[in-house]
């Protein structure tokens, strides 16, 4: 069974940077989605990126888009997720979640609850 273990979460100012990983306990799946989903004290949890690596598409959620950048090294069996230009409002416990196979980025971020594979999450807190 696959196990997710995210770190490098923490606090930061706005406008400051912030790059959590996600580390897979064995290697993956030959075909699989990976992404990163956030949740806010009172907040549902929502989609922020995914990768995929059938072709190596990624896809982001509005809100962070043109700040955040999802990478994977596979050799390590990690994601990160670069985020740049914090907000306050990205305060959030961080997750990340994984599936095998492919799933279409915009489909992937909207289905929160869906994947079979979760991570812990690790908190990142933005302070103004």
């Known amino acids: 069974e696959v196990q997710l273990v995210e770190s490098g979460g923490g606090l930061v100012q706005a406008g400051g940077s912030l790059r959590p990983s996600c580390a897979a306990s064995t290697s993956t799946f030959d075909d699989y989605t990976i992404g990163w989903f956030r949740q806010a004290p009172g907040k549902e949890r929502e989609g922020v990126s995914c990768?995929?690596?059938?072709?190596?598409?990624?896809y982001y959620a509005d809100s962070v888009k043109g700040r955040f950048t999802i990478s994977s090294d596979s050799a390590k069996n990690t994601v990160y997720l670069q985020m740049n230009s914090l907000k306050t409002e990205d305060t959030a416990v961080y997750y990340c979640a994984e599936d095998r196979g492919y799933y279409r980025g915009s489909y992937y971020l909207v289905r929160v609850n869906g994947s079979a594979y979760w991570g812990k999450g690790t908190q990142v807190t933005v302070s103004s």
């Open positions: 990768f995929s690596k059938s072709d190596g598409s990624t």
